[in-house]
């Protein structure tokens, strides 16, 4: 049981680890990554009952897919544009950050390796059953490798874009009009289409 | 009966897929003898097959899953030189959207990672993307409108 009691004080580290995006943004008492999971999960669970999906390995890979953030640091789509200076950084997010095809795979690569080694440290002491399972189903999450693993992974973009969608309704300090153009790159399952049909017509 | 959803793929993609099967298979039937595969000692394995090997049912789902996209996989390959002017399935387009310049590679969902500027077919961008020239401008609409300008189109696959 040792093992179980020392990853739960681990993972109940992220309730307090406040998302870096919304940090830089400088939003007010912003969210914590488990709070992000909570209700990505949530959204997973039910818009993947609209389709033929194996629910209990979707809401697990929504649960586990941002443990790795207990060691590995939160990256954001504008790492490494932001400079120090806040006001800068500011100006920094007007813009959609673009980047060459190469420096687009570099970045990639670099947060896959930071964050599998933190996702490894985290479970290393946990019994080998569980620890392939959750490995598992974090390497799905990333490489979409299932059907499960393709929709789970654009329910997390799709909870980030209801998260921004708030905060700029309540705060204003977010370029909408780029979170819109953004997601209609990235999505392309037909349930999570029409959701994000429902969003932007109540919202925007 | 509905019809099979087609998976587009490209050669590269395809090819991915069928080492992974094989690999799978022979670390399947290793696993039900009771034996250590010979490919478990090679530096070739992807390690991502070892975390699947400790769990037999799912090593089976994710063969049972590349054998149906095996059986309803179409190729993607360059259009004729005529045709290279149009945007399809496995091209490379230059956009300008908002000001900023921007690079994508349209493919299909199985290997879209819109991260490194793999775009799906299938996304709302993608396709409004499809059919068009240099020079047009691709509205993608909703309420919020977004323009994208096509400036370059290349087929870098064969």
Redesign the interface.
Known sequence: MKEFLDFFINTGTLKRKFRKGWLVHQIKNSESTAEHIFRMAIIAWILGSKKKLNLERVIKMALIHDLCEVYAPDLTPYDPLLPKNSKKALEVLK??P?FT?SL??K??KNKYKSELEGLNKLISKLP??LK??I??LW?DFE?????EG?FVKQVDKVENLLQGIEYWKKYGKIQ???W??WI?????D?VL?EFI?VL??KF? | MPEEKKFYLTKEGLERLKKEYADLKELKLAKTKGESPKLLHSEDLNP?YL??Q??IS?LQ??II?LENIFKNSAMINAPKKEKQNIIDLGATILVE??G?????TLVG??E??????K????????KALLGHRVGDAVI?S???Q?VYKVKKIKYKIS
Request: proline content about 7%; charged content about 35%; some cysteine.
């Open positions: 813009k959609w673009k095809p687009k795979i970045k990639y080998l059953s392939a399972e490995k598992n390497l490489k979409g490798l299932t059907k393709r909408h009009r780029l819109m153009r209609k790159e990235i999505i392309d037909p289409l049909k932007e017509n925007c | 991502e975390v699947f400790e769990d799912f789902s994710r899953e959207v908002d900023q310049k921007d690079e994508f969902s199985l879209a990672n819109p991260t490194i500027g775009i799906s077919n299938e996304s709302p961008v993608g993608v909703s309420p919020i977004t």
